[in-house]
Structures are given as structure tokens and as C-alpha cells.
């Protein structure tokens, strides 16, 4: 069992920063995935930014070059820092992840993000 705890999300006009934080109850060199993913009203969810199985960071599109994901090995954390930011980043944010050798995926509660215009 994983359990998640985010923070950080509330509310920023255009053009602000945000960062949110998802700390884990397990160690993050048991887990292989660990991530964000978004989902806005009437959307679906939608991959934001991860640490993948594969060793690689990966970032949806339309995050590119304005959000960066980090992690802090001795916090079990993993950050989510988000600039520049636009009406259209309005939703709510989930952190997931996976252990190592195992094929459930463990989600947080969700921490709404709204920009104002």
C-alpha cells in the first residue's frame, strides 16, 4: 500500500507560479512511477508530468517548457512546479504512482489548481 498526500494547489492569476507537492508514505526507491495528471470539468484525465518506469521524465504537451517535475529522495516528495501559468491549467491535480514490481496504481486525493484570467 502507497498512500499519497498532496498540497500546494489554490488559486493564482495568469502568469503566476505554483508548486505542489505529493509526499509518499513509502520509500521512492520502491516506487518506479510517480507523477501528476490532471483533470479539468468535462475532460479527461491527462498526463502532467512523470518520473516513468523507464528512467525518463515525461511532460504532457501543453506543459512544456513551463512546468518541471523534481524529486527530494530523503522527503519521499515529489514536486511539481508550475510556471507561467493559464486559464486553461484549471483542475484538479492528482499525484499517482506505482511499486516496483507490482501493478496497482496508488492516487491521491487531488489538489484543485484554479487560474484566474
Known amino acids: 500500500q502507497v498512500q499519497l498526500e498532496e498540497s500546494g494547489g489554490g488559486l493564482v492569476q495568469a502568469g503566476g507560479s505554483l508548486r505542489l507537492s505529493c509526499a509518499s508514505s513509502?520509500?521512492?526507491?520502491?516506487?518506479?512511477?510517480m507523477g501528476w495528471y490532471r483533470q479539468a470539468p468535462g475532460k479527461q484525465r491527462e498526463l502532467v508530468a512523470a518520473?516513468?518506469?523507464?528512467?525518463?521524465?515525461d511532460y504532457g504537451d501543453s506543459v512544456k517548457g513551463r512546468f518541471t517535475i523534481v524529486r527530494d529522495n530523503a522527503k519521499n516528495t515529489v514536486y511539481l512546479q508550475m510556471n507561467s501559468l493559464k486559464p486553461e491549467d484549471t483542475a484538479v491535480y492528482y499525484c499517482?504512482?506505482?511499486?516496483?514490481?507490482?501493478?496497482?496504481?496508488?492516487w491521491g486525493q487531488g489538489t484543485q489548481v484554479t487560474v484566474s484570467s
Open positions: 499517482k504512482a506505482k511499486r516496483i514490481g507490482r501493478l496497482t496504481d496508488y
Open positions: 513509502l520509500s521512492l526507491s520502491n516506487i518506479n512511477f
Open positions: 518520473f516513468t518506469s523507464s528512467g525518463i521524465t
